[in-house]
């Protein structure tokens, strides 16, 4: 697939710049006095590289749109390839920060990434939008320099969890995640739910990362209501044809993440995926003006649906954007930058309104969707919508804090069935 | 009991697949005693070529025929320009294998972008097989059928003919098969073609139910290392034994030991090298 | 034979301005923090690798799982911090785990040499890496384990780039001396026996298993300042550090500087670094770059960057001199000499 924009630097303008950027090395300030500079970390190679193009995508397409000039800005991007890893997100964060000196971080993709560089961002003084799920980074360990406007791992599953019972009245479901983190913040979120609303979570099974086979636990499910499986990267593709080449698809209910059904995923399923229930913070048919230009952008640009990922980072942008605009002059100054960010509320983004809770994580709509065939393609069809979701759900925020973070094993599974 | 009826004829399709996967690095490995570090590499650009050629319309059996063909133009190549000058180096192979890999592995997410791509599974052999209260994938077991077919045509093959005779005098005493005039220089470039093709075609059958995406090529690697190790260096009949006992092992390995699932199949690999160092049919090295 | 007084003095001004060099690094980089840190990086590596090079270059083994040894240095000391031990105490206990792992992995592995050598350490590392991954309660899984602080033995604090820097070229500087002193002693010679005359070396009455073992021991003691070095690093460990491609990386520096040889590994170090950290800024194919760079390695210097580029330059050399009008003479008595 061609990418037409396809720089490391991406800056817009002047001939100049690209000139002075394309060295990259200390540049004499004349030339970047005046722009404001975002370092994206994301992962352009090895097995994460699909959910980190599409950052890129994503980020792109808003400043695209936005002619590189964010209130009144300029403003240049820089890209760093982490590789997927913590000691590469942080050696990145390090390029990005004591190299770039930009002046916020949009990033990174995954959980342990971000885990290894909160302590850094923070010392540093450089806010940073994540995109990152781990929990805790806006719950115990909130970070005065993070915000995140895409989700906690379980601010969907909360949902999910809410739905299965009050809508589809499930009683017994089983969970499926990977068996690291990510999945274990995301099985938590929807069985602590599921269960306060009359569920029961029966049966919680953990693959490794890296399964070549999902056949031996896909085997051991058994009798239940509904299967939730919080699957990520490539990994659901491979789990859902083997769930439904098993006969299961016809049998039992599979519902799902955000990550698990994203719409940048849907043209790699097949009808293994039609019908599958799950609950996202972004969805690409969500009908507002943003979101129409968005997706249209996206399709011309790098002809595919947008998602998560994407849409994450878009807003991201529009995040800067309004900080930018708060701030006026004082937008250099990164700890009111930080601030700034905090207090952004926005009306108008592809995932609705958005405004962020004291711990810089968002509040904001949370969507039902059915995978559908149409034609021959696949969409998710939001069903139903949850407006102004908190990561802590309905959950008292003090209580909730008080708790330990989500894991494999807490809230305990006391339902579990052999 | 339809669990462990699942358990158990998964584990014989799994090892179908492992079969394609690792016999043509037993092959490799055992003439040439090259650690043929690409061999994932083959499997993932074979797999991601098959669903290409699929994506035109074209007939599985012949997608999978062609992109096997592919992969033996591009593995003869690299033998035949490179690897032959470091026969007996070790350590120059290793890093040249694990060069292309990197290579591959790049070139894949430049032209098939970081997505997974699942191809259909072909019309003719959908659908399930119902035996006894289990519901099993009929496509899984036409992956058993094929590898079967595979073993046969190779011990034909090696056992045979006249071009087998040429392998096992090979495998066995290399300068002693130049002396009685075989030319070993040719037998190396086309059993490294053969066996880049057995991977690139296992790549597309796999690919149906494994998906191809970034990575694969190293979740693959160590399956087949561990299978040809497992079996026995150059013993086709050990990889094809160790196959089905990887299959056995990892899926009731992961379903009765879930906390061990990360070590199930290493841990069982170390106890064998260090009790039998050669592996289950190895012959002992002198 | 006797060495003129100015080949003596040019065999020791080499290293001298190779430590000056090395020791005025931060200002050849102008102080700046984010190229200081990259030096430091290469150097931690470049530890890793001469660790490693005991094995592949001096013993023939060839090990695909030190990466679990590094990485089970770094646990420890994030585990002993955590515990609420000193840094003191944490990184000997690190330095203990480490041996101790390592005579495992020894005795294990040393059941075979070659590709059972490399299949047993791979599969232990893998079998750390599992661990890690999945003994979550011990050591908080893909999550990692983060350090609140870098050491500040003395009273130095090591928070800051370059402090951080010269601790890093110290230790390095002692890792290559140790390796030159343990290449040029007894023991180095009999390692180098049993690597190419293993027979020959038991018949001459030595334990050749013995002598692998000690070396592995060598190895994993320097693995494992490598760990301390990457754990206060990064400030954080997590199972990556663990996997099979961080195990391979640390080989394909030490085969593409040059197995065998004092600077290979750490010229190897040096290629994978920068092009990892600083060269994926502006090339985005990186990989495949590195790929290329690895075979065009290989087809030009099969023995290695470091040891190859030496035989091109004498080459380079003879031919030139063979060429130039009037040295003839000198060529041939120098050939003599």
């Known amino acids: 697939m061609a990418r037409k924009l396809n720089r490391r630097t991406f800056l817009a303008g002047t001939a100049a710049g690209t000139a002075a950027t394309a060295l990259r090395f200390p540049a004499p300030a004349v030339a970047q006095a005046a722009s404001f500079k975002i370092g994206l970390l994301t992962v352009k190679t090895g097995p994460l590289a699909q959910g980190g193009i599409q950052m890129e995508q994503g980020i792109l397409t808003f400043l695209k749109e936005k002619a590189n000039t964010l209130a009144g800005r300029k403003v240049e991007l820089l890209i ?339 | 009991m339809s669990l462990w009826l699942t358990l158990a004829v998964n ?276 | 034979m006797i060495r003129p007084a100015s080949r003596i003095a040019s065999a020791a001004a080499a290293p001298a301005l190779v430590v000056v060099l090395l020791a005025t690094l931060p200002v050849w980089l102008g102080h700046h923090p984010y190229y200081v840190n990259i030096a430091s990086q290469i150097l931690l590596w470049a530890v890793a690798a001469l660790a490693l090079n005991v094995l592949v270059g001096y013993a023939g083994l060839v090990s695909l799982g030190h990466a679990a040894l590094l990485a089970m240095a770094g646990y420890t000391v994030g585990l002993l911090l955590q515990a609420g031990y000193g840094h003191l105490a944490a990184d000997l206990g690190a330095i203990a785990v480490t041996l101790a792992a390592s005579a495992v992995f020894a005795v294990l592995a040393l059941r075979s040499t070659g590709v059972g050598f490399l299949m047993i350490t791979l599969a232990l590392g893998q079998i750390v890496w599992g661990i890690a991954y999945r003994w979550a309660g011990l050591t908080n899984g893909d999550n990692g384990i983060s350090l609140a602080a870098r050491p500040a033995p003395f009273g130095l604090s090591l928070a800051g780039a370059e402090a951080f820097y010269y601790t890093a070229l110290l230790i390095f500087l002692m890792a290559l001396v140790s390796m030159r002193i343990l290449v040029r002693s007894p023991f180095g010679a009999s390692l180098a026996g049993t690597r190419d005359q293993p027979r020959r070396m038991t018949a001459l009455g030595f334990n050749v298993w013995l002598i692998r073992f000690l070396a592995f021991l060598a190895s994993g003691f320097w693995s494992g300042v490598a760990g301390l070095l990457y754990v206060y690093y990064h400030q954080f460990i997590a199972p990556p550090a663990a996997a099979l491609t961080a195990s391979a990386e640390i080989l394909l520096m030490v085969i593409s500087g040059g197995a065998a040889t004092l600077l290979g590994p750490i010229a190897g170090a040096a290629i994978v670094v920068i092009m990892k950290n600083v060269a994926s800024a502006y090339i985005e194919r990186w990989n495949l770059v590195l790929g290329v760079i690895f075979i065009l390695i290989i087809s030009f210097m099969p023995e290695g960057l470091v040891p190859g580029s030496v035989r091109l330059a004498r080459a380079a050399w003879v031919w030139l001199r063979a060429r130039l009008p009037g040295r003839e003479g000198r060529y041939t008595q120098e050939r003599i000499s």
């Open chain 2, 11 to 286: 584990s014989v399709a799994l090892g179908g697949l492992l079969f394609l996967l690792s016999s043509g690095f037993s092959l490799i490995f055992g003439l040439m005693r090259i650690p043929n570090l690409m061999h994932g590499s083959f499997f993932m650009l074979g797999a991601y070529l098959g669903v290409a050629l699929l994506a035109r319309g074209i007939n599985f059996w012949i997608a999978a025929l062609a992109s096997a063909a592919a992969m033996a133009l591009i593995g003869g190549l690299i033998e035949r320009v490179l690897l032959r000058r470091l026969e007996g180096q070790v350590l120059p192979q290793v890093l040249l294998t694990l060069g292309f890999a990197f290579i591959i592995a790049d070139v894949c997410l430049m032209l098939w972008t970081g997505d997974p791509w699942q191809p259909a599974t072909p019309d003719h052999l959908r659908g399930a097989v119902q035996v006894a209260g289990l519901y099993f994938p009929l496509y899984r077991l036409v992956v058993v059928a094929v590898a079967v077919a595979i073993a046969i045509a190779l011990w034909l093959l090696v056992d045979w003919t006249r071009l087998g005779a040429m392998i096992r005098a090979g495998v066995d005493d290399a300068p002693i098969a130049r002396v009685v005039g075989i030319r070993v220089s040719q037998l190396f470039t086309l059993v490294f073609a053969l066996g880049a093709a057995l991977a690139g075609f296992g790549g597309v059958m796999g690919a149906p139910y494994l998906s191809v995406y970034p990575g694969l090529d190293f979740e693959m690697l160590p399956l087949a290392l561990i299978v040809v190790i497992l079996g026995g260096v150059g013993s086709l009949l050990g990889a094809l034994v160790g196959s089905f006992l990887i299959g056995f092992l990892y899926n009731f390995g992961t379903a009765l030991l879930p906390d061990l699932a990360y070590v199930i199949l290493f841990l069982p690999m170390v106890l064998i090298l260090v009790l039998r160092p050669q592996g289950l049919f190895g012959k002992v090295t002198t």
């Open chain 1, 80 to 418: 760093a390839d982490t590789g997927g890893n913590p000691a590469g997100a942080r050696t990145k964060a390090q390029e990005v920060i004591e190299r770039d000196k930009v002046n916020v971080i949009l990033g990174p993709l995954a959980a342990f990434e971000l885990l290894a560089i909160t302590d850094y961002v923070r010392d540093n003084a450089t806010p940073l939008i994540s995109l990152a799920a781990a929990e805790d980074v806006t719950q115990r360990r909130a970070n005065p320099f993070i915000i995140r406007p895409s989700a906690t791992s379980a601010q969907c599953c909360h949902v999910m969890g809410e739905y299965a019972t009050k809508e589809l009245k499930h009683r017994r479901a089983a969970t499926i995640s990977e068996d690291f983190a990510f999945g274990y913040e995301q099985m938590a979120g929807f069985q602590r739910v599921f269960e306060d609303s009359g569920g029961k979570v029966v049966k919680k099974l953990w693959p490794p990362l890296v399964t070549p086979d999902y056949t031996p636990f896909i085997a051991q499910i058994g009798n239940v209501d509904c299967v939730f499986n919080g699957f990520a990267g490539s990994n659901p593709v491979k789990f859902m044809r083997s769930y439904a080449d098993l006969g299961l698809k016809a049998k039992t209910p599979l519902l799902a993440g955000w990550t698990a059904m994203d719409d940048a995923l849907l043209r790699s399923l097949g009808d293994e995926a039609v019908g599958v229930v799950s609950a996202a913070f972004y969805s690409a048919d969500f009908g507002s003006d943003s979101n129409k230009r968005f997706v249209a952008a996206m399709q011309k640009d790098y002809n595919v649906l947008p998602g998560g990922y994407s849409a994450g980072m878009y807003v991201a942008g529009q995040c800067v954007e309004a900080a930018i605009q708060a701030l006026g002059a004082q937008a250099d100054d990164r700890k009111a930058l930080a601030e700034a960010l905090h207090k952004v509320s926005l009306a108008d983004t592809p995932r609705g309104a958005v405004k962020f809770d004291a711990y810089g994580n968002v509040v904001g709509d949370v969507f039902i969707r059915r995978c559908e065939k149409k034609g021959s393609a696949l969409v998710n069809t939001v069903i139903k919508t949850y407006p102004n979701v908190s990561q802590f759900w309905t959950y008292n925020e003090k209580e909730f804090l008080a708790n330990p973070v989500y894991t494999r094993d807490y809230p305990p599974a006391r339902n579990l069935e052999n």
